[in-house]
């Protein structure tokens, strides 16, 4: 037979030329160039080819990220990951530290009133760009880069990730190469934590705004060869790795290291091996069930805050809600039958607390206000001054023929599973019920429109972990023009809760940009959140990020947490 | 047989148009692409209401399909929310040969998210296929040669075990035993994830290495199956009249074996692998997943988390592409191994 051959030939040929794509593509550097002399001191090295010429020591760190960036293009994406790489490769105009303080990247000093960069009505600021900022490529960095972003931002044809808040800009003007005026319509307080995350080089993009009409399928988005971090672009391969070798042009001093490798790893498990074996230099978001074995593996675990608290949520429409969340008394009751610091030292092994409000760990935290205490007696006491008592005998409270029992939904990730478990069976024992339920993540923070069980209010109870603008303690979740309708489906206020009263402290702090006075009206709006149980903080979430040991001179931030890698180094 | 073959493509193009308007309405009931954007918040409101109109996902599902099959270049859209249509589409749509862009990646085309994987997937279920064929046939021949021999009774035990083993327990446990166990205790090691070494570069030896686990990690459990599959079916064939007769007519064994039996018992193994083939192309999910494989099954998991629906219907109708030539493939290979069989 003639076909056999044949078949046997293609079935080669395909395993060749799969064989050749993969190890081709992209256009890798030789090998010389990034191999470290072989040590004599591994056990067993896998095999190297021999390289071609002696090679230089090179100081390679090695991160693993459990999800791959979606785009590098700063303004196209939402991802964490994506995010805290932007610290590597692009700029901030300004950076924050280890306590969260601001300090100039972009920027000869942070605009104040003093210092002439805040005008007396607060509504505009003045940026002076320092004269020594340079792309990687060498160009310099102007006020022409900044407007070229915000147009960028603001251009219908481009589907950038978010517009805020460059959509609040009234006018954005550039006097000079070096200074950047920006006008808003009203005071806007988080300026600081919200302006110029990440820049475009406008001599790059310019180009192919003007030949596509858009930036959307710029080549830049995926492979920026010009940055102006302290590190430099080289190649992403999807799936696999990216890599960032150090820029010579980076202003605040040439990086220690040599290279930056990111090695994709989606499974957990997978991550923690990796780590253990000495593959990787730096890893995060891992489970707080995996820090013990790491930790025994000599991985130093750094807790960052970055503002991110675990919490209930509670579904308060006044029609369409359950009649018992309606009582403040039924949710402190709920509050004090939760035994949250039991939790906290169990289930995440003493690695974090009991949250108290959404700004925990922030200077806007009343720092008066204490968590619940685990009281159940005082939980009943409080149901029966509600009227909720178990009148059938089943267990179960229940008032004008309205059965006490909860829906209590969540994600899937295991360990909102696990408190859900917990809660439920704490619950029951003052005569709550609970019936939990889980959803894959875009299911479940699906909007009102595209039928999500929080934002539709069909869950009771809904758990997740969020933050505020971080640093700024700013939120919109609370806002009543932020309720969900038919009319205006992508509203985020999924408790529906309307306070007309919360709602003016919210407004008024977004325009607070005096510091103390700001915080005075956080301490009110958190003593309400509190005091009517609002929300429920299950626990305080950090991000956690396993260093080895070879990683020296390692400081994190929560707001960016890489603003000083051009500082780490690598033992030798 | 051409004219077969040319029937049964031409069959499946309305084949193809029913799949593909199943999965793209079943696509949209599986999540919100726009929920968190891959963030760990809400998408803010505005964005959302923004992204919503420029993405096209404000349109029907009907309008929404007809743009992915034929494209929206004959019509115009409102990008900037002013009620007005003034800007042109530039879709051209699948039938065209434009599979859309990414969701996820924004702006990068499906057909190039796709191909940036498609050659691992390839790379590592070919060479874990081949392994497996081998190995299955070695074992399953043996096993019906010497049946309820010693050796026989030990492979069917370990073949059992084998396949009853969850893949990733399985994968977990020899990335633990031979990557950081092996490694604490000063033995030679393999690598625990990934292509290659950033410090060695991506070279062919690297990426043979670093196959090595998922490769046996894919293989063990099909080994087993198929193992079973060819013991099973070459002792029926054994035991039949024309083996018999060959046996009478004093023919040399490996010729009985390899020519008369092995032909004929592999009819049903070419079926099995026929119908495994198109799906090597969707990639080993959970395997990838594990070994930080850069494949089709990762991509896959990975986009479907996010609602991504053109990069999912590209890689669906990929899949269902595949499964339909490879099928007319199998029928193909059908004829060759049994002269009996003719298509008209």
Redesign the interface.
Known sequence: ?K??PF?RSI?FL??I???A???C?PA????T????PVEETE??A????EPTQAPEA?K?A?FIWT??F??LNPL?????F?SITQQIWNCWAWDFDDQNAPHPVLVTEMPSKENGGISEDDKTITLTLRDDIVWSDGEPITSADFKFTYEMVID??N?V????PY?LIASLETPDERTVVISFNEPFAPWAASLWHGLLPEHVLRPVYEAEGTI???EW??APTVGCGPFTFVEW?????A?FVANENYWLGKPKLD?I?I?????D??QI??L????GDLGTFFAYSDVPDLEAAGIQIIKVFSG?NEGWFFYLDPEKGHPALQDVRVRQAIAMAFDRFSLAEDLLLGLTQPAVTLWDNTPYADPTLEAWPYDPERAKQLLDEAGWIDTNGDGIRDKDGVELVLTYGTTTREVRQDTQAVAQQQLLEVGIQLELVNF????????YG?G?PAAKGELDIFEY???TEFPDPNM?DFLCS?IPTDD?P???NWESLCDEELDALFRLQATQVDFATRQQTFYQISRMIFEKVYWLGVWQDPDLFGISGSLLNVKLSGATPFFNIFEWDLAE | MTRYIIRRLLQAIPLLLIISLILFLLMQTMGDPLATMGGRTVTRSEDRKRLTRQLGLDKPLIVQYLYWLVGNDWTKLDLDGDGILETRGTRRGVLRGDFGTSLVNRGVPVTQVIWSRLPNTLLLMLTAEAFILILALIIGIYSALRQYSFLDNIVTTITFFFYSMPVFFFGLGVMYIFAVNFKKWGLPYLPTVGMFEPEAGKSTSQIIWHMVLPVATLSFGFIAGYSRYIRSTMLEVMGQDYVRTAKAKGLPRPQIIYIHALKNAALPIVTIVGLDLPFLLGGAIVTERIFAWPGMGRLFLDHVSRSDTPVVMGILMMIAIAVIVFQIITDVTYAWLDPRIRYK
């Open positions: 037979m076909t056999k078949l079935a395909i395993v030329f799969s064989l794509i993969a190890a593509k890798t550097p030789p090998p160039e990034v191999a470290p056990p067993v896998p095999p190297v080819e090179r390679v090695t999800q791959e979606d785009t196209y994406t939402n991802m964490w994506s219908p044809k589907t990730a978010s517009a805020y959509d959307d399928n710029a988005n995926r391969e999807s799936g696999s790795f890599r290279e490798f090695r994709f790893v989606p499974d498990a997978s091996a990796a253990k074996a000495g593959d991110y894959d993540p875009d299911l479940f923070f699906s909007s595209e999500g972990s969020t933050t919109a932020e205006a992508e509203g985020v």
